[in-house]
C-alpha cells in the first residue's frame, strides 16, 4: 500500500487535508475492500494493538464499523459509553482519555457532542509525548472525516473501482442538501469535495443554512455555493447527498413542519430528473424515511448509495486505523 | 459431522423441522459438546464470519449464549442492543439490519419483542439476493427455536449420550406447565416434541391456556393434550418443563396471585410423585423460585436439568451458528 | 514465573493473604509488565477460557482493565451488566452466577455493590465442586484486592524495577487520606501494607475514620495510626494515598462542605513538604479533582503515580487471572 509518505498521527478534521493524503486513504481502503472480498476477512496488521472506541454520546451504526474495522485488522477492543461510565462520578473527559492511554491503548476512537473535544484529547497526548493516536469519531456540528472520507471513497470507487482517486470529482457537481447548519457530515465533506476540484452547491431552507457558511467559499472560488431552494442546487448534479433531519428542530422553530420541509426539500424520483442522467444519491444515515428522501428512492439500488457508503465505512475505517496504527507497536 | 443434508438458511421456526433436521442438529451439537470437554475450547469453523446479535429486546443469559458460541467457532461478534441504539432515532428495524448486513455481517441472530421480526428480516434479506443467514433468538410470544432445540439436546443427551436423536422421545410423555399463552418457548417446544412423537401435555389455569391451543393438536392426533390442572398432565409424565410466569400477568388480571398459582401449578417434590421415578424437570430460565418451581426442586440434581439446558444451549447453538453460516466464506 | 506455591483457587480477600503469595502476584505481574512492553503484546497462556465479567455495579475503569487483561491472555469475555440483565426479572445473584458457570466460564470477575457476594459465589462454587475462580472486584465497603496489589505493585516496582517484593516496604511510612470509612481500597490496602511491614498511618475527619478501625491495629502493633488531622500522617511519609471523596458524603451530613474538606485533608504540593522529599502521591481513581487533591498535583508527574497504577493494573490483572487460571484447562 502506498502509504510511504503518511506522516498524519491522528485525523482530526480534513481542513488540512492534502490531495495525497486523500489519495493515499483511497487506495489504502481500495486494498482493503479487496481484503473483505476474501474468503478469510482478517489481515493481522495491528494484533496486540487496543483500539478503544470512546463514545460520550451513543452510535450504534458508527461504533459498529469502527468496532468491526479494528477487529478484522486483527486488534483487540474496547468499548466505553458514557451512560456506563464514572463520568457520573465527576471525572474529567481528558482524565478518562488518560486512563484509557495508561491501560496501554493505541488509537482513541472519540465521539462527543461538543466539538473539540477530540482534538483537545490529541492535544494533550502530544504534550505527553505519547505515541497514542486518536480518530475524530465526530464532535458535535464541527467534523465527522471518516464519515466524509467513506463517501469520497464511495463516489470515487464508484468512477473507477480500480484506482479510485480524488482528481475523478474535478469538475463534478456535488449537491448537499438539508440541514448543513448542525451537520458535521456536511462541514467534513465540504472540505473533501472541494478539495478534489468538485463543485459543491448547498441547498436548504435559512435557518438550517446561514450566510456564515459563504466563508467557507472565499478560499474557494467557483467550489461552494449556496442556495435557499433545492432546484438549483440539483440542476445537472453528478451527486446528491442528503442530510439527516433531526426532528428536534421542529420543537426548536427552525423548520414549519417535517411534511412541508419534505415538499419543498426532500428528495425524490421526480426531483431527480433535475439532475444528470446517471445521479447517485447519499445519506449518512441514519435516515427518516420520507422526511429528507422518500422512501421509494432510498431503496432504488439504480440511484442509491446509500449500503454502498456503508460497506464503504468498514474499509475506509480500517485504511484509517491501519494508516495512523501501524508501525506503532 | 452429518451436515451433509443441510439446506435450510435462516433458522426462524420449528413448524417446518423434519426429522432429519432435528437429527442433524442433535448430532452437531453433539460433536460441539465434546469439543467444549477439550482443552481447547475454541475452533477455526467461522474464521473471519461476524455474527451480530441484535437484540431489540433484552436479553443477558441469551445473548451470551449466542455470544460465547460465536466467539468458540472463531467469529467475531457485533452486539447490537436497542436501548444504545440508532433506533430512538427513528430508523426502522430494516434498515438496522440492511445497515449490519452491508457493514459485512454474515449471521444475524434477532430478538424482538414482536412475533414475525426474524422472518421479515429473513425475508427482506432473500429478496435482496444476500447470503446473510437469521436466526430467531426470540419474536414476542411466537417461536424461539434455539431454546426449544437445547431443550431437546438436553433431553435426548440424557436418554442416549453417545447418539441423540429424536426417536427416543417416540411415546415419552412430556408435560408442559405455565404461562403457555405467553410463552414461545412452549410454542417451539409444542413443535418439536409432537415431532419427535413424544405425548405433550400442557396445563395452565384457563386463562393462561385459551383452548385455541387445541388447534396445534388437529394435525397431531394423540400427540397433544390440554390440561387447566397439573396432576393429569404430570401422572407417569417422563420429564416436565415448567414455564417461568411474568409477574405482570398478576397485574393485568390474568391470575389472582403468585401464592395461589404455586399452589396449583407450582413444581414440587411432592407432586412430582405422580411422575415415572426418573422425571426429570425443565426450566428455560431465569427461575422464579417459590413460584412456578419450588427452590428445593430447582436445586434438586437428581431431578432438575436446568444447568444441563444452559450447558446445552452453547452446544447447539455453536451447532446452528455452524450449518447455517459454514460453506458460507 | 514463580508460581510454583500458587494455591489459592479464589481471590475475594487479602486478609489472609502470605507474603510469598503477595511476592508471587509481584513478580508474575512484573512479567506480565515486560511482555506488554513487547511488540506483540498478547500471550496465549488462556487461550480457550472464558472470563466472564460479572458487574452488578457499573465501573468501566475497572471493567475494561479486567477485560484487556483477559484479552491480552488470549481469553474470551463475557461482560455482564445489570441494568441490562435478567436481574429486573427477578432472578438470584445465585442463579445468574451458576448460568455462567453451566455456560463454560472459567473464571468469574463479580463487582457488586453488597459486601460479601463474590464469598457467597465463591462458596457456592465451591459447595458444588466445580473448578470455577471467583475474583472480586470491589464488593460494597469490603475489598477491592486486584486494587490494593496495583497499589503494591506500583510502589514495589518503584523501589525495585526488577526484583519487586514486599519487603521493600518494611519500615516505609504509607499515609492513607479521606474517605475510609466507606473505602473498600482502603480497607484492602490496609491488609496489604500492614503485611509487608509498612507503617500505615490513616487520616480523615471523625465521622469518615470512627474509632472501630483501632481495631485494625490491634494485631499489628506499631503499623497501623490513626489521625484526625491530615499532618501528623503526612509527617515523613513516603507514599500518600488519597482516596475518592463521594460527593453523596455532603448530603448525608458526614462532611460540612468541599472546600472545607480540601482545606483540611485536600493534598497540595504545599502539604507534600511535611513528607519525605522523594514522596510519591496514589490514588484509586476517579479523581475529584480539587477536592481530595488538587488539580496540579494530580497532573505532576514528578510526584503522582496515579497513571503508573492504571498501568499497573493491566500487568497486576493478567497475574491474578493467569494464577487462579492456568492450570484449569
Redesign the interface.
Known amino acids: 500500500m502506498s502509504d510511504t509518505t503518511w506522516t498524519r498521527h491522528h485525523i482530526l478534521s480534513l481542513a488540512d487535508f492534502t490531495t495525497p493524503e486523500y489519495d493515499i486513504v483511497l487506495q489504502t481502503a481500495a486494498s482493503f475492500q479487496e481484503v473483505?472480498s476474501r474468503?478469510?476477512?482478517?489481515v493481522p496488521t495491528l494484533?496486540?494493538?487496543?483500539v478503544?472506541n470512546l463514545f460520550f454520546e451513543?452510535?450504534?451504526?458508527t461504533r459498529?464499523?469502527f468496532?468491526?474495522a479494528a477487529?478484522?485488522l486483527s486488534a483487540?477492543t474496547?468499548n466505553?459509553?458514557s451512560?456506563?461510565?464514572?463520568m457520573t462520578?465527576?471525572?474529567?473527559i481528558l482524565?478518562?482519555a488518560?486512563?484509557?492511554?495508561?491501560?496501554?491503548t493505541d488509537i482513541m476512537v472519540i465521539r462527543h457532542r461538543e466539538a473539540g473535544v477530540p482534538h483537545a484529547i490529541a492535544q494533550e497526548m502530544d504534550r505527553l509525548g505519547v505515541r497514542v493516536s486518536v480518530l475524530n469519531a465526530g464532535d458535535g456540528q464541527h467534523e465527522h472525516p471518516s464519515q466524509a472520507l467513506l463517501d469520497l471513497f464511495t463516489i470515487c470507487t464508484l468512477l473507477d473501482p480500480d484506482f479510485p482517486r480524488v482528481e475523478l470529482l474535478k469538475d463534478k457537481k456535488i449537491a448537499i442538501v438539508g440541514d448543513i447548519l448542525h451537520s458535521r457530515v456536511a462541514r467534513s465533506n465540504i472540505w473533501s469535495f472541494t478539495a478534489s476540484g468538485a463543485h459543491v452547491h448547498l441547498a436548504a431552507p435559512p435557518t438550517l443554512l446561514p450566510k456564515l457558511f459563504a466563508d467557507y467559499s472565499k478560499d474557494k472560488p467557483g467550489k461552494l455555493f449556496l442556495h435557499w431552494e433545492l432546484e438549483p442546487a440539483l440542476q445537472d448534479a453528478d451527486f446528491v447527498m442528503t442530510l439527516?433531519l433531526q426532528?428536534e428542530r421542529m420543537t426548536s422553530h427552525l423548520l414549519p413542519s417535517l411534511r412541508e420541509y419534505h415538499q419543498m426539500f426532500g428528495l425524490t424520483h421526480s426531483m431527480l430528473q433535475l439532475c444528470k442522467p446517471y445521479v447517485k444519491v447519499l445519506h449518512p444515515?441514519?435516515?427518516?424515511?420520507g422526511v429528507e428522501i422518500s422512501s421509494e428512492l432510498m431503496d432504488d439500488s439504480e440511484f442509491s448509495l446509500i449500503?454502498?457508503?456503508?460497506?464503504s465505512?468498514?474499509a475506509v475505517r480500517m485504511a484509517l486505523l491501519y494508516l495512523i496504527g501501524s508501525g506503532k507497536?
Open positions: 473483505l474468503r478469510t476477512k482478517k494484533q496486540g494493538q487496543v478503544a451513543s452510535s450504534t451504526r459498529s464499523s468496532e468491526l477487529k478484522r483487540d474496547l466505553f459509553a451512560a456506563t461510565s464514572s462520578k465527576g471525572e474529567t482524565d478518562t488518560k486512563t484509557y492511554l495508561a491501560m496501554g439527516r426532528k444515515g441514519p435516515v427518516n424515511r449500503q454502498a457508503q456503508v460497506t465505512g468498514v507497536a
